[in-house]
């Protein structure tokens, strides 16, 4: 079973700033198997990656992903306030199935 | 436009049966490429994916909790139902369901969850 870790677990930066998240796999991961999910407080996730570095509907381009084979990375190229919430990689396996990282909250510092 | 609501107790017992059920509108279960998903959170933790139905009822398990699990789905009625075994204080968690969009494009499958339920609370306890 593939494991994600991402990293760091909490990143602290102010608005206007770029953050950097990273999602690594235990194993090699087709590209096209990675998704990355924003959560706020008390809401559902909300897809907005997939395949790595395609960005859902209605996705602002600030919000851009990278990467492959076991290291991925999601980028936000300049905080909005709305941004500051917690991001989830995904990743999907034939078998079993889909996993998901532990998360990395984005907060203001 | 899709949308997806879950319901079913907010309540339950130790050693319980839980029964969800997730309703959708927006698009048909028997139309290929679309599957229906269920993701749980504990309070303060990570998403869990549970189960998963295909439109053509292929059905896939989380391997750690397979043994609870049955997922179906009733195509006319427009809902998924979850049946997790045995609750145990540990499994209180809101609920999701998703939708899940895969296809083949320029060759690669690809998987992702695109629209999710709002989530339902349930408790286990005594």
């Known amino acids: 079973e593939i494991v994600l870790t991402q990293s760091p677990g909490t990143l602290s930066l102010s608005p206007g700033e770029r953050a950097t998240l990273s999602c690594r796999a235990s194993q090699s991961v087709s590209s096209s198997y990675l998704a990355w999910y924003q959560q706020k407080p008390g809401q559902a996730p909300r897809l907005l990656i997939y395949?790595?570095?395609s960005r859902a509907t209605g996705i602002p381009d600030r919000f851009s992903g990278s990467g492959s084979g076991t290291d991925f990375s999601l980028t936000i190229s300049r905080l909005e306030p709305e941004d500051f919430a917690v991001y989830y990689c995904q990743q999907y396996d034939t078998s079993p199935g889909f996993t998901f990282g532990p998360g990395t909250k984005v907060d203001i510092k | 436009q899709i949308t997806l609501k879950e319901s079913g107790p907010t309540l339950v017992k130790p050693t319980q049966t839980l029964t969800l059920t997730c309703t959708f509108s927006g698009f048909s279960l028997s139309t290929s490429g679309v599957g229906v998903g269920w993701i749980r959170q504990p309070p303060g933790k990570a998403l869990e994916w549970l189960a998963l139905i295909y439109w053509d009822d292929d059905k896939r398990y989380s391997p750690s909790l397979k043994r609870r699990l049955t997922i179906t789905k009733d195509t006319s009625k427009n809902q998924v139902v979850l049946t997790m075994a045995n609750m145990d204080p540990v499994d209180t968690a809101t609920y999701y369901c998703?939708?899940?969009?895969?296809?083949?494009?320029?060759?690669?499958?690809?998987?992702?969850?695109?629209?999710w339920g709002q989530g339902t609370l349930v408790t286990v306890s005594s």
């Open positions: 998703a939708h899940l969009t895969y296809y083949w494009d320029s060759g690669a499958y690809y998987y992702y969850f695109d629209s």
């Open positions: 395949g790595a570095s």
